[in-house]
């Protein structure tokens, strides 16, 4: 679809300038076999005598598999990085017959799974495309001598497409027409001619336009984080009854966004699950609504708070509305029956997490007054939401729901929060941790606890990312478990898959 800003048009030159566009759009729809499928109304770029350049925007949609999806970051030294150009003529139209014989081709490879990586060059050519898919692995480039011209690397070239392939697939490529080696991928640095740049600079001043009105990310705290026992239990939880199909409820309150992600992966974890939207429209609805969720919560074994941002993260604070709603006499009765008499469990995601701490049922394991001196999750040390992949490390596995985890084990799990840090005194998180509830860090690469901003993201205390209840039948956490499957986060490094929800399932199996 297409949208256009031009000058107000008042004589020949200033209609024929949208005319062109037209036919020019028109032109490519044409040769590529693809119509716009609709148009926005065009709008006047004038105000007195300013006039906005000329400008045709197309946004554009291209369907394709999960499966064969490629992240642009480079994947590995000793590949060769290489260019699928964009021939032009003298008038500077694209020759789209090359255009259409390289995307066939590289989209055959894509299928073979001979193409690690793939960037279209955007602006800035061939030298930033390329830094920009450097940064994400920290993997450089250095470029061949007299591959391109100097002043090309950095002319514009769209149409142009960079690759990343093994070297003997790249002397192959190099038969198609219009494509040339670039160079070879490999440390820490982009190398042009004579010209050595660190990525670590490059990437700061790539950075750094913005980052004074929009930081990416907050300053380190001050401390050290003390080493934190890793600890498993002496014993295996049980119930007193297996069940071969535990039915897990998730109550969704205005605001939570995550109950169908939650149910998926409880469903695939082999479960039946039970949403149930509570209404709150008026004083009889919200009335039916508890008594509905008390009925659901007795016929179930597991209660899952989900993700998102309920009631607008009002009032004056997250997870403060869903608390409210079950300090309700009939669901922290229906609440204690599943925790201390059925042996059920309990968890709490991003804002199910807030919910917990704020109810007590993390750390204490039964409702409790909210005061000053508890633990508490508050607003990140940034200020803003941030949604980020964290690396996380188990250090107790005194739950049902770490029963499958080892600790030491590293996930890849991602945040997207404004209110995740945690914050509770020196002698609290000792205690918690000596009695084996603290269930996961938020740590570095190497599973170093941390509070550079770059993994503790939002300045939690000792790097907390979850904890359980005193019996471990709680659990609250920050990063969403529940978010994962085949093809999401393709291009993201570590094992992604950290198994809460089947261990709580095996629990019921016995």
Known sequence: TLQEYFEKLTDRTSWGKPAA?????FHMQAALGLGAIGGKDSMSGTFNDLHVPPTLVSFAVAPGKASEAVSQELKQAGNTLMLFGMPKDETGMPNLDVFKLHADFLYQEVKKGNIAAMKAVGHGGVAVTAAEMAF??????DFTTGTLPLPKYFGNFYGAIIVETAPELAEEYAKQPHTRILGTIGGEVMKVADTEISLEDLLRAYEKTLDPIFPRRAENLTGTIPVIAETEPKFRFAVKTAITRPKVFIPTMPGTNCEVDSARAFERAGVDTDI??????????????????????SRS????????????????????????????????EAMEELLHIRDGLVLGICNGFQALIKLGLVPYGEFKPLTEEAPT??????????????????????????????????????VSHGEGRFIASDEQIRALIAN?????????SEGHPTYDSRYNLNGSNWSVEGITS???????????????????????????????????VKYFKG
């Open 377 to 414: 999750l508050t607003f990140n040390t940034i200020g803003r939401h941030l949604s980020h992949y964290v690396t996380t490390k188990v250090v107790s596995t005194k739950s049902p729901w770490l029963s499958l985890c080892r600790p030491g084990d590293l996930h890849s799990i991602p």
């Open 276 to 297: 149930f939207i509570m209404r709150n429209r008026d004083a009889a609805e919200l009335k039916e609504s508890v008594e509905e969720m008390a009925r659901r919560i």
């Open 470 to 504: 005193p019996d471990g039948r709680v659990l609250g956490k920050m990063g969403h478990t529940e978010r994962n499957g085949a093809n999401i986060a393709k291009n993201i490094y570590g094992n992604k898959f950290q198994p809460l929800l089947e261990a709580g």
């Open 301 to 332: 074994q597991i209660v899952m708070f989900p993700g998102g941002f309920s009631a607008g993260d009002e009032p004056d604070g997250s997870g403060k509305f869903i608390a409210a709603v079950f300090r309700n006499a009939k669901l922290m």
């Open 136 to 141: 994400g692995n920290k993997l450089g480039v």
């Open 436 to 444: 084996g509830q603290v269930a996961t860090l938020y740590t570095d």
């Open 21 to 25: 566009a037209l036919l020019g759009a």
